[in-house]
């Protein structure tokens, strides 16, 4: 019972901190609507945890709570990829911008 309480609790704080971020322009819209239904998602899985072993049991899991591990691994596997590939890009634009700013450079002198 007492995580069940600390997971509602976690996941109304992070909405409370997605709204704050759309109010403060850090995140878009978007990205808003993204996360706020796996927050509302991961709330309405915790108030009625049973529910979620009949789904579950259709992807042939046994527990909902099973269910929720998988593909949470799923996910930040995704995620990870999705970043390092970000972050590849960004150091090919930075490398790009250096070359570029280095042959200006050189080019004065």
């Known amino acids: ?12 704080f992070a909405i409370s901190r997605l709204r704050s971020k759309l109010k403060a322009k850090e995140i878009d819209v978007k990205e808003f609507y993204l996360w706020l239904p796996f927050w509302a998602v991961t709330i309405i899985a ?18 909902g709570a099973d269910l929720a591990v998988y593909i949470s691994i799923i996910v930040l596997f995704y995620l990870l ?12 634009d930075i490398t790009k911008i250096t070359r570029e700013l280095a042959i200006k450079n050189s080019r004065k002198n």
């Open 1 to 12: 019972m007492l995580i069940q309480f600390i997971i509602i609790l976690f996941s109304l």
């Open 46 to 63: 915790t108030v009625w945890f049973r529910k979620t072993d009949i789904i579950a049991k259709f992807f042939g899991v046994e527990k």
């Open 81 to 92: 990829f999705k970043l390092i590939v970000k972050i590849k890009k960004i150091e090919r």
